[in-house]
């Protein structure tokens, strides 16, 4: 094992949404920091930021101003990871962590007290709070319903611009599409390599030179999201400029190319902010020095390595992200073996039908936290002094059907880095 | 062949509305193994038939089996009859239908703590029954089959096999309307118009299109299984039926190259079956009020588990991928209220018992005697139609039908590779089903999707069947079918939810370990990313502002 004899002020476990947000403002407030954790749900992210969407879930209720929605829910759901910020403070995070994306390169368009509706790829109309800016022209043509064509390419397997055309013909009748070969792919094409193909302008001419007889009376083309991977924006403004129309992306079924640009986005900024990141590796045990400092087993084999911190951030995620995990009778957290508050019997966590509005009651298990998002243990008290948490992994929530799963984990990691500084 | 639709049809006028009137010598109620057997019995003689199914082939207790084609050596000290049937139509099926067998051979072995007395009875009561079994020595069991535990006490080789019972009765069917016998799926039969102590004509409703219409035959065959009862009783015959729900667990990887049974009086958790690349372990019996309540639970699963890892300790361990169940009919002769101890033979009952001279029940039995359940059938309506043609489904090979072959494991893959092309790509990524092979599918069924294409596919093939359960390839395969104008509107979205609502039942049972990183992915895809939960056509749902 290599030694590490560094000590970090902080040691961020996880890297989705959560944990990349809790570096980049614990870096953000000058602490040193080391981060860990595998393919988080970043990766399989649509490249929304959602806030808060539905309440209360059971009806299925949507609500176009999501602080409104924050209201509602901290009202009827106190325990709510929420109803641990105020306001500000939730907008704060979002903010800053939307600008630091900007600044490297990925920007996020949105309003402040509204939601923005984007086609996702099945179809649906989805409610986010931000879109990628690639996106936001597909929300204004929705918008207005305006006269739109989606392309799609043969041999891109999951993404249907007739699917689109059918869900949405009676809402939006001059929604259109047509499938063209993808300039120099044959066979199975993947997203990754044909936003690889589309840095180069000659691709994009082709592309366009293409579709132009089919785009005639259109204002806007939609395209799955792969135009480009590091500057995907330049990509747009491009095709724009040759075709003269409006041009957005949709996303494809995760996982898509959203993850790897968030991913990219990160991979660059974080150790510009002094972040040491030991990436897809996992925390495989946690000891407690005589200082209280932690004392992390990271990864596994001849790269595994030892990793001191004065603090840690527990944002591993759920059972996808492998910061809880699911035995036969009870569920567990793995990392610090922290109580998690669950249903009864394995009998309860989930409900008869899938689609069921009023979810799972898995879905609300999880991690609780006190006011400064310190896990508790089974008494009720902090199981320790300098351990936070902050994402999905907590208690009380059930992001998949409120729409609240990129803010509430960017809000509780910016509440947890705030509570650490006190 | 496809099936076809169109029957002999006329306009009848039913009051003031037009119902559609079809016509045939033998209705045949009820797609399973032993309706679609029938079928093709009754093709062969020459009889014209027509079957009617609620919602798919082997919707019932057909496709909600071990797929075990019984040596009879499980029945010996309960049911010699039933042992002997299953030894004389095991051999016949691997003669006639092997595409549909795999010849797995098994063992039947006893662990510390199993009842020593059966165990010692166990070979005689094979040989009064004819049935070949062969101790072997415990060391040559585990060598056969190493995951064996290693409290073994006894071990028998016998001439179990594992067979596909979605490809036999496709199969069946296939054949049927080859010799031009007609099928119709998605038809719920809702009553019987009685006249003169006969059944004069079926009513039925489509469940696809949600109109009504009705069947005249000769001959009624109501081939219902578990719901033979509820049949009945529209024609005001009685059968008492208790509806044993038995739940089976699939697991990730194929554990055994043999069946393997535990040697002991049949109870739960007994059974580990080889098909394909998985195994299938149960199962369980528990009676219930309604065959439409059967559904595998939680607490079944865990029951399965903790009693067959004695015999496989692996179990305890091993990733299951799904659970599914099923429900056997099991006619109530007497006073008996437990479902082991009836019997598993099956009932022919003739109903002219009870005053309708036309209309006969067919229920009961196991898939191994399908077969000899369809013969006396045909047998008995034959007699009654004064047909004289003699069963030939002994000797007469089935055929492999395109209908049924995608359901093998492996051969979507293979027929990938086999025929690389570069545009055919693969829409179902843990089980290699490709668009083509998709194609196919939907090309030997068109018409009676009924509520869900994708389902209907599913039934058909290996889509959904691996471990992500239908997440996404339900995705991939539902923007082909916009993509091949088979859906339209939000139609494939509905199917899309029916499907995985529907594949849910039998994933929510084994949510632990790895599958529920599974269903934690699925749902964050379906409900988290694309709002399906939602109801997307509701008037409140705009995007204009409301500040």
Not at chain 2, 56 to 79: E, K, M, P, T
Request: aromatic share 6%.
């Amino acid at each position: 094992m290599t030694r590490n004899d560094d000590i970090y002020d902080v040691m961020v476990i996880g890297a989705g949404f959560a944990g990349m947000a809790a570096a980049l403002f614990a870096s953000a407030q000058g602490l040193k920091v080391v981060q860990t954790g595998a393919t988080g749900g970043i990766d399989f992210s649509t490249g929304f930021i959602d806030l808060m969407g539905v309440h209360p879930i059971a009806e299925g209720k949507r609500w176009q101003n999501p602080w409104l929605a924050i209201e509602a829910v901290i009202r009827d759901c106190p325990k709510h990871p929420y109803g641990l910020l105020s306001k500000d403070e939730i907008f704060e995070s979002v903010d800053t962590f939307t600008r630091f994306l900007a600044e490297q390169g990925l920007e996020y368009v949105g309003h402040f007290a509204r939601n923005t509706c984007s086609v996702t790829p099945a179809g649906t109309i989805k409610r986010t709070y931000r879109v990628p800016k690639t996106a936001w022209n597909g929300s204004l043509a929705l918008g207005k319903k305006a006269p739109t064509l989606i392309v799609d390419f043969h041999g891109l397997k999951g993404f249907s611009g007739t699917q689109l055309v059918e869900t949405q013909k009676h809402h939006w009748p001059e929604l259109k599409t047509v499938r063209i070969q993808f300039p120099g792919g044959h066979g199975e094409l993947y997203p990754e390599h044909m936003a690889w193909a589309l840095a180069d302008p000659t691709v994009q001419e082709k592309m366009i030179a293409a579709i132009m007889p089919h785009a005639v009376d259109v204002e806007y083309l939609g395209f799955p999201a792969v135009l480009g991977l590091n500057d995907p924006q330049k990509v747009v403004d491009h095709l724009a400029e040759l075709s003269g129309k409006h041009v957005f992306e949709i996303p494809t079924m995760p996982p898509s190319i959203a993850g790897p640009r968030l991913r990219a986005v990160f991979d660059r900024g974080l150790p510009s902010l002094g972040v040491c990141t030991h990436s897809q590796k996992m925390v495989t045990d946690v000891q407690v020095l005589d200082s209280g400092m932690f004392e992390f087993s990271v990864g596994t084999g001849a790269a595994k390595l030892s990793v001191t911190a004065k603090k840690a951030i527990l944002a591993t995620g759920r059972f996808f992200g492998k910061g809880l995990q699911a035995e036969r009778k009870k569920l567990v957290e793995p990392v610090f073996d922290l109580p998690v508050v669950q249903p009864e019997a394995r009998e309860q966590w989930h409900g008869q039908e899938f689609f069921a509005p009023q979810g799972h009651p898995v879905n609300s298990a999880g991690i609780e936290v006190d006011e400064r998002l310190r896990p508790m243990d089974a008494s009720g008290r902090p199981a320790y002094d300098n351990l936070y948490a902050a994402g999905a992994i907590l208690a009380h929530h059930d992001w998949m059907r409120m729409k609240c799963g990129a803010g509430l984990a960017i809000a509780t990691a910016y509440k947890a880095v705030k509570e650490l500084m006190r | 062949m496809n099936e076809s639709f169109f029957v002999v049809c006329c306009n009848r006028s039913e009051g003031a509305v037009k119902v559609k009137t079809l016509q045939t010598r033998v209705l045949i109620v009820g797609g399973g193994a032993t309706g679609t057997g029938l079928a093709r019995d009754l093709a062969l003689r020459g009889v014209p038939c027509l079957l009617a199914e609620r919602r798919d082939i082997n919707a019932g207790a057909s496709g909600g089996n071990h797929g075990l084609l019984h040596s009879g050596a499980r029945y010996v000290a309960s049911d010699m009859e039933a042992a002997v049937e299953c030894r004389e139509e095991g051999a016949i099926l691997k003669a006639v239908a092997p595409q549909c067998i795999e010849d797995t051979g098994g063992l039947f072995v006893a662990v510390q703590g199993d009842d020593e007395q059966y165990v010692a009875d166990f070979e005689g009561m094979c040989k009064k029954s004819r049935i070949p079994a062969r101790q072997l020595d415990l060391g040559e069991a585990r060598e056969l089959e190493p995951l064996l535990s290693d409290k073994l006490i006894s071990a028998y080789a016998v001439e179990d096999a594992a067979i596909d019972p979605f490809m036999l009765s496709l199969d069946n069917m296939a054949h049927a309307l080859a010799l031009g016998a007609q099928s119709i799926r998605n038809a719920k039969v809702i009553g019987f118009s009685m006249g003169n102590g006969r059944i004069q004509r079926a009513l039925f409703l489509d469940e696809t299109s949600g109109e009504s219409f009705e069947v005249e035959a000769e001959i009624v065959v109501n081939a219902t299984g578990a719901w033979a009862g509820i049949v009945a009783a529209l024609a005001g015959a009685d059968i008492h039926i208790l509806y044993s729900s038995g739940s089976l667990l699939v697991t990730q990887d194929r554990l055994t190259k043999r069946v393997v049974n535990r040697l002991r009086k049949a109870s739960d958790s007994d059974i580990l079956v080889p098909g394909g690349t998985v195994s299938v372990l149960g199962t369980t019996s528990v009676t219930i009020d309604s065959p439409d309540d059967c559904r595998p639970t939680v607490a079944e699963t865990d029951r399965i588990i903790e009693d067959a890892q004695a015999m496989i300790p692996i179990l305890a361990t091993t990733r299951y991928i799904r659970a599914y169940a099923g429900v056997r009919p099991l006619v109530l002769l007497g006073e008996s209220g437990d479902a082991r101890s009836v019997s598993r033979g099956f009932s022919l009952i003739d109903h002219a018992r009870d005053n309708v001279d036309n209309f006969i029940t067919i229920t009961g039995g196991k898939l191994t005697t399908f077969r000899l359940m369809a013969e006396k059938t045909a047998d008995m309506v034959c007699n009654k139609l004064g047909v004289t043609a003699p069963c030939v489904t002994r000797t007469e090979p089935l055929p492999a039908s395109t209908m049924g072959r995608w359901t093998e494991p492996g051969l979507a893959p293979k027929s990938w590779v086999r025929n690389r092309d570069e545009a055919d790509l693969i829409l179902c990524e843990c089980e290699m089903v490709s668009r083509n092979s998709i194609d196919s599918i939907i090309e030997n069924m068109p018409g009676m999707r009924g509520n869900s294409m994708l389902k209907a596919i599913g039934l058909r093939s290996r889509v959904g069947k691996g471990p992500c359960q239908g997440g996404f390839c339900g995705l991939r395969i539902t923007g082909h079918l916009y993509d091949q104008g088979h859906v339209s509107d939000e139609q494939g979205l509905t199917e899309l939810k029916t499907f995985v609502g529907r594949r849910w039942r039998g994933f929510s049972p084994v949510l632990w370990g790895l599958p529920m990183v599974q269903a934690d992915l699925q749902e964050a895809l379906y409900c988290g990313a694309l709002d399906m939960e939602l109801d997307h056509n509701t008037d409140d749902f705009t995007c204009e502002d409301d500040e």
